[in-house]
């Protein structure tokens, strides 16, 4: 049976890619609304809540204000936002996390699609959690670089015009006042008691991501040496089709001592790195922020949901 799928909106990065990925799709009819000239009002409510999943793509504002619109309870709903990543009422759309994680995606109505920082940030951190490795009182630091795809259109826009200004040509620090959202959403995914200091950076290419938490092993609730931590990550995602966790140190050896941030551009799939010895772990999620940092992972969700293959469309 075909299943309708409505876009609502052309907000942020990952509505950059969805539309491409349903493309294709038997077993689905897609409607996707960019604008408000793309009808009225009251013809927007009803197509809302005639579908069988509504994708919000819009400002956190504007999805606070949408959902209580779709008054069909058989209408599911994936919010891109950071609307309701922290709603108790919302499932958190990030199925690998843990077992709990994909079955609440599956059951639920309505489904909360992570930042896409928090995506590589909470795949790292969240066996260490688990196995009690790391307290949840542990003091972090956590560094990414990301594409400037990341900032959606009007970000692109800016960077691929070619009387930008110099400053573009170079990596450029952000959330520099330490009130990201996404430390919110890490304390609330992964039961972490303090914020997370986060140094994230944007750079000159498109689109890819790459997360890095370094840890001094000393301080952590249980001693281990980096491979350690490293049988533990490749232990909890070794039956996900989407992460790959490559060999302990491996980039070391095989890219010559670099690990470049935009290395899976244009992939759905996610890899984690861990190096170090017996003092410090370095620990990297490298994807692309438009594929599983993104729009591959709200398709997961939406599959889940709707009961279809998981990895329909993304594999």
Same mark, same amino acid.
């Given at each position: 049976?075909?299943?309708?799928?409505?876009?609502?909106?052309?907000?942020?990065?990952?509505?950059?890619?969805?539309?491409?990925?349903?493309?294709?799709?038997?077993?689905?009819?897609?409607?996707?609304?960019?604008?408000?000239?793309?009808?009225?009002?009251?013809?927007?409510?009803?197509?809302?809540?005639?579908?069988?999943?509504?994708?919000?793509?819009?400002?956190?504002?504007?999805?606070?204000?949408?959902?209580?619109?779709?008054?069909?309870?058989?209408?599911?709903?994936?919010?891109?936002?950071?609307?309701?990543?922290?709603?108790?009422?919302?499932?958190?759309?990030?199925?690998?996390?843990?077992?709990?994680?994909?079955?609440?995606?599956? #059951?639920?109505?309505?489904?909360?699609? %992570?930042?896409?920082?928090? /995506?590589?940030?909470? @795949?790292? !951190?969240?066996? =260490?959690? &688990?196995?009690?490795?790391?307290?949840?009182?542990?003091?972090?630091?956590?560094?990414?670089?990301?594409?400037?795809?990341?900032?959606?259109?009007?970000?692109?826009?800016?960077?691929?015009?070619?009387?930008?200004?110099?400053?573009?040509?170079?990596?450029?620090?952000?959330?520099?006042?330490?009130?990201?959202?996404?430390?919110?959403?890490?304390?609330?995914?992964?039961?972490?008691?303090?914020?997370?200091?986060? #140094?994230?950076?944007?750079?000159?290419? %498109?689109?890819?991501?790459? /997360?890095?938490?370094? @840890?001094? !092993?000393?301080? =952590?609730? &249980?001693?281990?040496?980096?491979?350690?931590?490293?049988?533990?990550?490749?232990?909890?995602?070794?039956?996900?089709?989407?992460?790959?966790?490559?060999?302990?140190?491996?980039?070391?050896?095989?890219?010559?001592?670099?690990?470049?941030?935009?290395?899976?551009?244009?992939?759905?799939?996610?890899?984690?790195?861990?190096?170090?010895?017996?003092?410090?772990?370095?620990?990297?999620?490298?994807?692309?922020?438009?594929?599983?940092?993104?729009?591959?992972?709200?398709?997961?969700?939406?599959?889940?949901?709707?009961?279809?293959?998981?990895?329909?469309?993304?594999?």
């Amino acid at each position: 049976m075909v299943k309708k799928v409505l876009i609502d909106g052309h907000y942020g990065a990952i509505s950059l890619n969805i539309d491409s990925m349903l493309n294709g799709r038997d077993d689905l009819e897609v409607i996707a609304l960019k604008d408000k000239s793309a009808c009225s009002e009251e013809q927007r409510i009803a197509l809302m809540n005639d579908a069988d999943i509504v994708v919000l793509c819009q400002s956190a504002q504007t999805a606070t204000l949408t959902v209580p619109l779709i008054e069909n309870k058989a209408t599911k709903i994936i919010d891109t936002s950071n609307a309701f990543r922290l709603a108790p009422t919302w499932a958190y759309g990030l199925p690998e996390l843990s077992y709990e994680h994909r079955r609440r995606v599956m #059951s639920s109505r309505l489904v909360a699609a %992570p930042a896409p920082l928090a /995506v590589g940030a909470s @795949l790292i !951190l969240m066996p =260490l959690v &688990k196995a009690k490795i790391m307290p949840p009182y542990h003091p972090l630091m956590i560094s990414s670089v990301v594409g400037y795809s990341s900032g959606g259109t009007k970000m692109i826009a800016m960077y691929e015009d070619p009387n930008r200004p110099t400053a573009l040509s170079g990596a450029r620090q952000y959330a520099l006042d330490q009130t990201m959202m996404q430390q919110k959403e890490l304390m609330h995914v992964c039961g972490i008691s303090y914020r997370p200091a986060l #140094s994230p950076m944007i750079d000159d290419f %498109p689109n890819g991501m790459l /997360v890095t938490v370094p @840890l001094h !092993l000393r301080t =952590l609730a &249980k001693r281990l040496h980096s491979k350690q931590i490293w049988e533990y990550i490749s232990r909890a995602y070794d039956r996900e089709p989407l992460i790959e966790v490559a060999d302990f140190d491996s980039a070391v050896t095989d890219l010559g001592g670099f690990l470049d941030a935009n290395g899976m551009a244009g992939s759905n799939k996610l890899e984690l790195f861990v190096f170090g010895d017996n003092d410090i772990c370095l620990i990297a999620a490298r994807y692309d922020n438009l594929g599983k940092g993104g729009a591959s992972n709200v398709v997961q969700c939406m599959n889940l949901m709707l009961g279809a293959d998981e990895f329909k469309g993304i594999i």
